[in-house]
């Protein structure tokens, strides 16, 4: 499963090529996915902006029994730099 913890205000993940990403962000992730533990049997795959808030994201997912996630490196920002090159 792929989710988008960005703002609500910026754009899909179409543009990454995760276009089927859920786009729920943060806090909302937080409530009403981790604490309440939803998921935990799935592999995620994770992305914000930039990757800053992926530290304490890691830290709730941890707490809440999550270990099958991983994050997009440098979040949305690195993975649209990494597809502008190869153009």
């Given at each position: 499963?792929?989710?988008?913890?960005?703002?609500?205000?910026?754009?899909?993940?179409?543009?990454l090529?995760?276009?089927?990403?859920?786009?729920?962000?943060?806090?909302?992730?937080?409530?009403n996915?981790?604490?309440?533990?939803?998921?935990?049997?799935?592999?995620?795959?994770?992305?914000?902006?930039?990757?800053?808030?992926?530290?304490?994201?890691?830290?709730?997912?941890?707490?809440?029994?999550?270990?099958?996630?991983?994050?997009?490196?440098?979040?949305?920002?690195?993975?649209?730099?990494?597809?502008?090159d190869?153009?």
């Amino acid at each position: 499963m792929v989710f988008d913890v960005r703002s609500g205000f910026l754009p899909s993940g179409e543009p990454l090529g995760l276009a089927t990403a859920r786009p729920v962000p943060l806090e909302i992730f937080l409530q009403n996915f981790v604490e309440r533990k939803v998921h935990r049997d799935k592999t995620l795959l994770i992305f914000d902006q930039s990757g800053d808030e992926l530290r304490r994201l890691q830290f709730h997912l941890r707490k809440n029994g999550y270990d099958n996630y991983f994050f997009l490196d440098g979040g949305a920002e690195s993975a649209l730099i990494r597809r502008t090159d190869r153009s």
